[in-house]
Nanobody, 128 residues
């Protein structure tokens, strides 16, 4: 059984920064793509960012939704079994519960159905 535990959420003013972390345990971290999704009140869960597993420890492909490109950065530390989401220039519309997810394989996907393990979520609130 895989466990994903997110941390780093909180309240920040618009223009500020937060760094989310997701620590994984229970199965080999290396070999699986990781992603961040978010869900705002009254809205469906949406893809935010993903990072694949290429088999090369120094090279990973990443993908972002358009609204966060240039502001968010996803990264992974396989030695620590942790994936990160650095969020800069935050906007009120970024307010949501952010979820970490582990894919079924090494390639990332925009579809939540392609991820079989999820964290409990961490709240990010951006005030105007």
């Amino acid at each position: 059984q895989v466990q994903l535990v997110e941390s780093g959420g909180g309240l920040v003013q618009a223009g500020g920064s937060l760094r989310l972390s997701c620590a994984a345990s229970g199965r080999t971290f290396s070999g699986y793509a990781m992603a961040w999704f978010r869900q705002a009140p009254g809205k469906e869960r949406e893809f935010v960012a993903a990072i694949n597993w290429s088999g090369l420890i120094t090279y990973f492909r990443t993908y972002y939704r358009d609204s966060v490109k240039g502001r968010f950065t996803i990264s992974r530390d396989n030695a620590k079994n942790t994936v990160y989401l650095q969020m800069n220039s935050l906007k009120p519309e970024d307010t949501a519960v952010y979820y970490c997810a582990q894919a079924r394989g090494g390639s990332y996907s925009l579809k939540s159905s392609e991820y079989d393990y999820w964290g409990q979520g961490t709240q990010v609130t951006v005030s105007p």
